[in-house]
């Protein structure tokens, strides 16, 4: 099993920027892309940004540019710096570990970023 611990997330105001930090134990042979979703009350759970064993990323078209997943595979760790915040980043950011892209292995416990205007 893995297990992904967060942190990070708070309360800013637009255009800060706010840095989450993602932590994975146990079975870390197992994950191959480790990622960051964001999901608002009535709305489904979206993708914000992954990225492979090897570094490659994908970001969703609405924070490309602004957003920037990186991961220390030493420490087992993923973070996501997040700048030029705006009120529409608004969400619960959760951490995900996969084996594959679409194959989940584990969620973080969520961690609230709110952007105010």
């Known amino acids: 099993q893995v297990q992904l611990v967060e942190s990070g997330g708070g309360l800013v105001q637009a255009g800060e920027s706010l840095r989450l930090s993602c932590a994975a134990s146990?079975?870390?042979?197992?994950?191959?892309?480790m990622g960051w979703y964001r999901q608002v009350p009535g709305k489904q759970r979206e993708l914000v940004a992954i990225?492979?064993?090897?570094?490659?990323?994908n970001y969703a078209d609405s924070v490309k540019g602004r957003f920037t997943i990186s991961r220390d595979n030493a420490k087992n760790t993923v973070y996501m710096q997040m700048n030029s915040l705006k009120p529409e980043d608004t969400a619960v950011y959760y951490c995900s570990a996969r084996r594959l892209r679409w194959m989940n292995l584990a969620w973080g416990q969520g961690t609230q970023v709110t952007v105010s205007s």
């Open positions: 146990g079975s870390i042979a197992s994950i191959n892309f």
């Open positions: 990225i492979s064993n090897n570094g490659l990323t």
